[in-house]
């Protein structure tokens, strides 16, 4: 006796026919291998076919009242829902013109009436196994994307996190705060999407570049990790001497991120940008800058780009040595480095977005709290200083 567990694993066949009698003989050679569904009409058929439970396989009739096989098998292969459902054609119509027709439309087999059972059942049995295998491919496909895209994402999501973190290092031990890094990072990348159609830098900023320029960002001051306490955290202007030590922090932070790619073993396309943003965001326009006095166009676009963000930063944040300039007063002093600070057309997008460095300011402010941990980070430093 069957039982239900084997009927519901069986595959399902819909058989459709205008004539009664091909229905009858169709589900009598059927039954005892299938679960077998009948359809009388073309409307019938696609009702069935796009239900809740289609069935694995039609065997279909061409010439039927209102609505012809022909027109059911456009309709089903059109539909994403039902466009896996092989079809095989099951006619009268024996022309080869007829079979040619039919194969086109998008049906995987062709028989014509009147019908031999076993190669009916031949047939129905060989495209039900393909099926299968299609179905167990497809699925198996749709597993390993979806498993790919929750990968990349765990990946990026490491990858934003690690450099945050290694940002952060850098920014606890200077007398700037965490926020300033995100900051950067909003002004950067709305710089860049403001000059992607410009001219000299449409060819460069790319999404893709843009999206890594975002991500690289925070890294531009990693190198101050390596800087001396005495000099990082000193409250007052620092001596020439002190200000040389200060500057290398551009060559030390290129250097560790050039490390860290160096032991991965690989080039890491946003660790490019982030070594020429850390080694480069100090130079200037005119060539006044450093650590190598670039000038121009032989400054990175990146680091042209984070000199303006990482400038306006430092003008409106308080520090312990210093009160926070005013918006207003901080793009003047802005401007007035236009084609000798800043490249000229990367400053006047700065000044056209005005606006929005100023809510990104905003939305990313300083607490007092923050400020709050950097005087005292500053004081027990100057306690463990001795006196001169």
């Not at 079809?87 to 439309?105: N, S």
């Not at 059972?117 to 495209?127: C, D, E, G, Q, S």
């Not at 497809?138 to 929750?150: G, I, W």
Request: glycine share 6%; aromatic share 6%; charged share 30%.
């Amino acid at each position: 006796m069957e039982s239900d567990l084997d009927f519901v694993a069986k595959p399902t066949v819909l058989v459709v026919d205008d004539a009664p009698d091909n229905l009858a003989l169709m589900s009598g050679l059927l039954k005892d291998h299938y679960k077998v569904k009948v359809a009388n009409s073309g409307e019938k058929a696609l009702k069935i076919a796009l239900s809740d439970s289609p069935p694995d396989l039609i065997l279909l009739d061409i010439l039927m009242p209102g609505m012809t096989g022909y027109e059911v098998c456009e309709r089903l292969t059109a539909d994403p829902a039902a466009r896996d459902i092989p079809i095989i054609f099951l006619t009268a119509k024996a022309e080869v013109e007829d079979e040619r027709a039919g194969l086109e439309m998008g049906a995987v087999d062709y028989i014509t009436k009147p019908v031999s059972p076993p190669i009916v059942l031949a047939r129905v049995k060989n495209h039900l196994a393909l099926k299968a295998h299609a179905d167990f491919l497809r699925s198996k496909s749709e597993f390993l994307e979806t498993e790919v895209a929750r990968r990349t994402r765990e990946v990026a999501a490491i990858q934003d996190v690690t450099i945050f973190t290694m940002a952060s290092m850098a920014e606890t031990r200077d007398s700037e705060t965490g926020n300033h890094i995100r900051r950067t990072q909003f002004y950067i990348k709305v710089l860049a999407e403001r000059l992607c159609q410009h001219p000299r830098f449409a060819a460069t900023l790319s999404p893709v570049y843009i999206n890594l320029l975002f991500k690289s960002a925070p890294l531009h001051d990693i190198g101050k990790v390596g800087i001396p306490d005495r000099i990082l955290l000193k409250p007052g202007r620092l001596t020439p001497e002190e200000f040389e030590i200060m500057k290398t922090h551009t060559t030390l932070g290129r250097d560790a991120i050039q490390a860290a790619e160096d032991r991965l073993g690989m080039r890491v396309e946003f660790l490019t940008l982030a070594k020429e943003i850390a080694y480069g965001h100090q130079e200037k326009w005119d060539g006044s800058g450093y650590p190598e006095g670039s000038a121009g166009d032989a400054i990175p676009v990146s680091a042209r780009l984070m000199a303006v963000a990482d400038v306006y930063d430092a003008l409106i944040s308080r520090r312990v040595y210093k009160e926070p300039f005013p918006h207003a007063k901080a793009v003047e002093i802005m401007a007035e480095g236009k084609g000798s600070h800043f490249d000229p057309d990367i400053l006047d997008a700065f000044l056209a977005l005005q606006d929005e460095f100023r809510a990104i300011a905003a939305r990313h402010a300083d607490s007092d709290q923050d400020m709050e941990q950097k005087k005292e980070q500053l004081e027990r430093f100057i306690g463990q200083t001795p006196a001169a």
